[in-house]
């Protein structure tokens, strides 16, 4: 029953430092995707992938890298952080048909400084 | 390009009071709407959904009808409760733009009951 699992929970980065926030799914989507979450911004799209080995670029992709090498996991990397990127970052999936709602993970909150 | 737009917030409602939230919407085809809700700490949940004009979403006691000729999908409830208070997001996903798996959220609204 696990859906999507994000980790991890929190995390503080200097300027300049880079990481990965993990996304792991157990419902055999095609779907993943990143948003990130800012006050009074709603949810922006970051890349999204429609299957394993495909990945794209959403609104705000740069600074930002993405891989797809299972169906199960969408590693999302930070390449060198900077506090423009401080945000609460979502993990979301889905069946990929028209209509299909997203399962998001409970995400991840980046701190950068 | 698409949009959502929600009223601004925050609501605050007395328990049972009665609940509008506001959402407009611009598609260039015939998108397929959302409300999604997202309690503290939490990630979001879906709420409800419609995908074709005049359906009805309903869930929880909470309703919204997708009506295409005021481009709107307005998340009504008619006695609130406590456990209702969270940020609530409309959000489309339209297949003309490219990509129906991708959703165009807007910017929230959040809803607090006082009891």
């Known amino acids: 029953n696990a859906g999507v699992t994000q980790t991890p929970k929190f995390q503080v980065l200097k300027t300049g430092q880079s990481m990965t926030l993990q996304c792991a799914q157990d419902?055999?989507?095609?779907?993943m995707s990143w948003y990130r979450q800012d006050p009074g911004m709603g949810l922006r799209l970051i890349h999204y992938s429609v299957g394993a080995g495909i990945t794209d670029q959403g609104e705000v992709p740069n600074g930002y890298n993405v891989s797809r090498s299972t169906t199960e996991d969408f590693p999302l990397r930070l390449l060198s952080a900077a506090p423009s990127q401080t945000s609460v970052y979502f993990c979301a999936s889905s069946l990929g048909r028209l209509g299909s709602p997203l399962h998001f993970g409970n995400g991840t909150r980046l701190t950068v400084t | 390009g698409d949009s959502v737009t929600q009223m601004e917030g925050p609501v605050t409602l007395s328990e049972e009071a009665f609940l509008t939230i506001n959402c407009t919407y611009t598609?260039?085809?015939?998108?397929?709407l959302f409300w999604y809700v997202q309690y503290p700490g939490e990630g979001l949940q879906l709420l409800l959904k419609?995908?074709?004009?005049?359906d009805k979403g309903s869930n929880k006691g909470f309703e919204a009808t997708y009506r295409k000729e005021t481009t709107s999908f307005h998340l009504e409830k008619g006695s609130v409760q406590v456990s209702d208070s969270a940020v609530y997001f409309c959000?489309?996903?339209?297949?003309?733009?490219?990509?129906?798996?991708?959703?165009?959220f807007g910017s929230g609204t959040q809803l607090t009951v006082l009891p």
């Open positions: 598609a260039t085809g015939y998108p397929s």
């Open positions: 419902m055999n989507h095609e779907y």
């Open positions: 419609a995908t074709k004009a005049d």
């Open positions: 959000a489309l996903s339209d297949p003309s733009s490219g990509s129906a798996r991708q959703l165009t």
